[in-house]
């Protein structure tokens, strides 16, 4: 990170136990709440045409769209951001969304994702959520990630198991046998 030219600021870190409660709030007030219709509902939907890839990349510039107001809000983590890197991270986690989605089966564990990854911007020693401007930030990994992720699934299923469909679920929400 150093050589990136990332600051250590390991003083600037929120004690450990405030995380949990964090995650907890965000999981059930904040952003875990999105992934209902990020990936429980328009993921599915576009992935009844396309490949997963593409349509994390679909599910994901509406996702950056639908934070851009956040930008414009005095006050908002998002207001001192670069646009450009905040967009390409949001890319990047949004396919990494897809492979935790289509691996699970479960919309659970992108909102548990989600609810983890927004608070841990306290605990990131590169700077906190500044960092996501930063070639060491947090948007880079989930660009190495996203990388690694196609080579091994494949832009497809981004899976070991097929992609899931809206065709793929029952009334009750589950996944039907194949």
């Given at each position: 990170m150093?050589?990136?030219g990332?600051?250590?600021?390991?003083?600037?870190?929120?004690?450990?136990?405030?995380?949990?409660?964090?995650v907890?709030?965000v999981?059930?007030?904040?952003?875990?709440?999105?992934?209902?219709?990020?990936?429980?509902?328009?993921?599915?939907?576009?992935?009844?045409?396309?490949?997963?890839?593409?349509?994390?990349?679909g599910?994901g510039?509406?996702?950056?769209?639908w934070?851009?107001?956040?930008?414009?809000?005095?006050?908002?983590?998002?207001?001192?951001?670069?646009?450009g890197?905040?967009?390409?991270?949001?890319?990047?986690?949004?396919?990494?969304?897809?492979?935790?989605?289509?691996?699970?089966?479960?919309?659970?564990?992108?909102?548990?994702?989600?609810?983890?990854?927004?608070?841990?911007?306290?605990?990131?020693?590169?700077?906190?959520?500044?960092?996501?401007?930063?070639?060491?930030?947090?948007?880079?990994?989930?660009?190495?990630?996203?990388?690694?992720?196609?080579?091994?699934?494949?832009?497809?299923?981004?899976?070991?198991?097929?992609?899931?469909?809206?065709?793929?679920?029952?009334d009750?929400?589950?996944?039907?046998?194949?």
């Amino acid at each position: 990170m150093v050589v990136f030219g990332a600051s250590l600021d390991l003083d600037a870190i929120n004690p450990l136990w405030v995380y949990p409660i964090a995650v907890a709030i965000v999981f059930l007030v904040g952003g875990g709440q999105e992934e209902l219709g990020w990936r429980a509902f328009a993921l599915p939907a576009l992935q009844e045409r396309y490949a997963a890839a593409t349509a994390s990349l679909g599910v994901g510039v509406v996702w950056a769209l639908w934070h851009l107001p956040l930008f414009l809000i005095p006050g908002s983590p998002q207001q001192e951001l670069p646009l450009g890197p905040y967009v390409v991270a949001v890319l990047a986690a949004s396919v990494v969304f897809t492979w935790l989605y289509n691996s699970s089966g479960s919309v659970l564990v992108p909102m548990l994702f989600h609810g983890g990854i927004n608070p841990i911007a306290a605990y990131f020693p590169t700077g906190g959520i500044e960092a996501i401007g930063m070639v060491a930030g947090y948007g880079s990994y989930a660009i190495v990630l996203v990388v690694a992720l196609l080579w091994v699934y494949g832009p497809r299923d981004l899976a070991d198991r097929p992609r899931i469909t809206l065709g793929d679920r029952t009334d009750s929400g589950t996944k039907s046998d194949r």
